[in-house]
DNA sequence: CGCTTGTTACGAGTCGCTCGCAACAGCGGG
DNA sequence: CCCGCTGTTGCGAGCGACTCGTAACAAGCG
């Protein structure tokens, strides 16, 4: 479905890594080598693996982590405010480190994502706010569009 | 988690059924009772219930309707642009009227929904445009945002 | 090096649908 | 008004994406 990613890359590395496991650390957590396969994997399989994109690289090296581990550090880490997750289309949630949250504009027909630019984005989040009141988060949820390519197709 | 649905109401009515079956009719469909049942649901259960929603207004008529059905006459009516459904936070698709389809917000705090009116969204929507090429649904995903009264909680 | 307490593997369970199949029922033709 | 073609339905199994209870296990502080 999703056929095609552009955009910037992430600039998710290492550091991630072990910022995230300090955090663990710092909150009573702890740093288990599941832990750290699920992270480097987070790392590995920019920009948006899902649960079973991780699971499988870790299984990878580890073949012994269990699904419902990875589920529950992603669940840990996204408690931790660490990583977050987005929704595109139907389909499992995506994962992604926090520091790289962006809001995603995603094509109805041909899948192909993009990011909004910040200043676009708070140029819209200000158009909501003093409309609504509502303040958009911008992440979280997948806009749902259609790219230029595909956009003849529908209102 | 939806404490609370304010905004206008929808216009949705008895019109909508007939010109659903109407429409079914059209296209070489089959008007048969279990349908006329989904889609009176549809409009007793506004405004967004979801397929289990209905389909507990629809068994308490007739309580043979099976649940696949329930499904699969959403799903065909779906298809058939009659109807069409939104994405609010995690949990199931909510349904509407397509001639209902507004743009949703959604509180991630208290789940508060709101609707951006039209001339807001065409707003946002050339914005979007003109910085991506990417042009907006309107319905389909809830825009994950912090209510007035939840704004404080986080960024 | 223990001991405490957070983590893990495993497997069963849940939620929200989806599908194959045989029985059934609209509805256009006769 | 009945026939029969073909779309629909009921039923139950299946599935994708998680979630949870439990007992064994292992960080990391003392």
């Known amino acids: 479905m999703i056929a095609h990613w552009y955009g910037q890359r992430s600039m998710v590395d290492d550091t991630d890594v072990s910022q995230a496991l300090e955090q663990l650390r710092r909150t009573g957590g702890r740093v288990t080598q599941q832990r750290r396969l699920v992270l480097q994997a987070l790392v590995d399989a920019q920009p948006h693996p899902s649960a ?14 269990h699904m419902s581990t990875v589920y529950r550090t992603l669940n840990t880490l996204t408690e931790l405010g660490v990583i977050s997750h987005v929704h595109i289309d139907h389909g499992p949630s995506l994962y992604h480190f926090a520091d790289d949250v962006r809001p995603h504009l995603v094509c109805r027909q041909c899948g192909r994502v993009d990011h909004v630019d910040a200043e676009t984005f708070e140029a819209v989040r ?4 003093s409309a609504s009141g509502f303040r958009l988060d911008r992440g979280h949820f997948a806009w749902s569009a259609n790219c230029p390519a595909c956009r003849d197709d529908l209102d």
Not at 54 to 60: F, L
């Open 52 to 65: 079973e994109d991780v699971a499988e690289r870790v299984a990878a090296v580890a073949p012994d982590v």
């Open 126 to 129: 200000a158009t909501i706010e």
